[in-house]
């Protein structure tokens, strides 16, 4: 009954995705990007519906589960059965025979090596599995694991570590608990069934948001972020190369395996929001901005970093437009409000959580961000200096956080065995002087992404050698694979075929 109730959830997003989507006449997908669109934002759905109701107190019990799961299953199921009868059908997929078998092959092996490893990382035995535990057996997302807190004096506190990052966003956790309500029981491999898809929509969605500019455009962005080695694992290219297979059970404990990781699940609905921005900027329609809307929204419910990319995202469209002049605007503005109204429980309920120590929100005051550019690295908090391996010469004289954090970020884009050729043609393919209005504004959301997540690992109280070692910023990058495939496959599509490579449809609402 495990299995059945982690399938089961995942056929209940899918229906729902499905429902939600417009028909194929109106938004045109082959059948491969339907099903995986429809699976982000079901799931998305899924999780705003579920933060929504327990934010207004009712507890996270069966009842709610299976009235969430119904509510999903059967438009959708309806949906399914009209698209089986009726005339419109499915457009042509751009792969062909090889890619489809590539793409297949990742994608099936991806899902079955995710419900192979077990749960015995930190982060998601940590940050997420037991606040799905404390869900699945109390319901309460205010349960005092997620708020109490003890200060030095033994009061309460207003930080600390009762749960480590109590303040994370409960996504990943809900869809553990809806498998664990819809099983009947909580277990540990089974529970990651809804986990085991975001490496195989991925491709498919930043497909499907690229099927406006032609096939050659499909197959680059499909192909280029399927092929990407951090999508699975860090250095999942050098360890297949070099025969070293590893051990099932050391999976993942220095922050190697994407699968079925938040970080992973972040970048599918962000994929999946960004390839329907896409297409409603070229061809408006009301569902479709509302399906992006959600994706966003289930991005901001998996990572804190979710909701700081949404404001990225949001400044990087608004530039755009201004420098567009405000054209085709409406359509993005709809997905974004659809996304903050979405992300609005989680945002009230978060206020009521505890910050953790390092408290990334106070950390990044403009005042701290300009003392950290003269900061050196804290090596006395690294494991060597805890260890007394490091000599008094080199705890005298560490290293500049600012030279350190660009030999990070330098060495990262580099590193051909976790992310092959990605980066290196999406600094080629910077459309700066040429380039459609779609390429900009993905690139300005990259580029200000980027932005971000160097100011966090600059005011980190961690040394950024030691935060390298165990996945970061890998796994910060991982997070916008898709608009990076994105801007290298239409740079790519326009060199060959020239600056009129779009393929635009004729507008139309729904």
């Known amino acids: 009954m495990s299995l059945l109730g982690g399938l089961l959830v995942a056929l209940s997003a899918w229906l729902g995705g499905r429902a939600l989507l417009p028909s194929r006449s109106v938004l045109s997908r082959d059948a491969w990007e339907e099903q995986a669109v429809a699976y982000l934002a079901g799931a998305a759905a899924l999780l705003v519906a579920a933060m929504a109701l327990t934010c207004a107190g009712l507890p996270l019990r069966a009842p709610l589960v299976w009235g969430l799961l119904a509510a ?7 949906r399914v059965v009209r698209d089986f009868r009726g005339a419109e059908r499915c457009a042509a997929c751009a792969l062909s025979g090889w890619q489809k078998a590539l793409l297949a092959v990742l994608g099936a092996g991806s899902v079955l090596v995710t419900l192979s490893l077990p749960l015995n990382e930190f982060d998601p035995i940590l940050h997420f599995a037991l606040k799905a535990k404390v869900l699945f057996y109390g319901g309460d997302i205010l349960d005092p694991a997620f708020t109490g807190m003890v200060g030095p004096d033994g009061g309460p506190a207003r930080v600390g570590r009762l749960m480590t990052h109590p303040n994370y966003p409960l996504g990943v956790p809900f869809l ?7 099983g009947g029981r909580w277990d540990e491999r089974w529970v990651q069934v809804p986990l085991a898809f975001w490496a195989l929509c991925l491709p498919a969605a930043v497909s499907f948001g690229l099927r406006a500019f032609g096939p050659g455009a499909q197959r680059w962005g499909a192909l280029l972020a399927a092929a990407t080695p951090a999508l699975y694992a860090r250095n999942f290219l050098q360890d297949l190369l070099l025969g070293r297979g590893g051990e099932p059970v050391l999976a993942g404990l220095r922050g190697s395996t994407s699968l079925g990781s938040a970080d992973l699940a972040l970048a599918a609905l962000l994929a999946g929001g960004c390839a329907l921005l896409l297409r409603v900027r070229r061809q408006p329609c009301r569902r479709a901005a509302v399906a992006g809307g959600l994706c966003l929204a289930g991005m901001v419910l998996m990572k804190n970093e979710g909701l700081g990319l949404l404001a990225v995202l949001i400044a990087a469209l608004a530039l755009a437009a201004l420098l567009q002049r405000f054209r085709a605007w409406k359509p993005a503005a709809l997905v ?17 959580l505890p910050a953790i120590d390092e408290n990334y929100t106070q950390q990044l005051a403009p005042g701290n961000i300009l003392a950290q550019l003269g900061a050196r690295e804290p090596l006395e908090k690294t494991r060597e200096g805890l260890t007394g391996e490091l000599d008094d010469a080199s705890l005298a004289n560490p290293p500049s956080r600012p030279a350190t954090l660009l030999r990070v970020y330098f060495l990262e884009f580099l590193d051909v065995t976790t992310w092959g050729v990605l980066w290196l043609l999406f600094a080629l393919c910077l459309p700066f002087r040429r380039g459609d209005p779609e390429s900009r504004w993905l690139a300005l959301f990259v580029l200000g992404g980027l932005a971000l997540y160097a100011l966090v690992l600059l005011v980190t109280p961690w040394a950024l050698d030691q935060l390298s070692e165990t996945g970061i910023p890998d796994r910060l990058f991982l997070h916008v694979l898709a608009p990076v495939a994105m801007v290298a496959a239409l740079a790519l599509e326009r060199s060959r075929r020239g600056p009129a490579t779009a393929c635009v449809s004729a507008p139309r609402s729904v």
Request: glycine residues 4%; hydrophobic residues 65%; charged residues 5%.
């Open 176 to 182: 553990q608990a809806f498998a664990a309500h819809a």
């Open 72 to 78: 999903a299953a059967l438009p959708g199921a309806w």
């Open 336 to 352: 974004l409000a659809t996304a903050l109204l979405a992300s609005a429980p989680w945002l009230v309920h978060r206020s009521r």
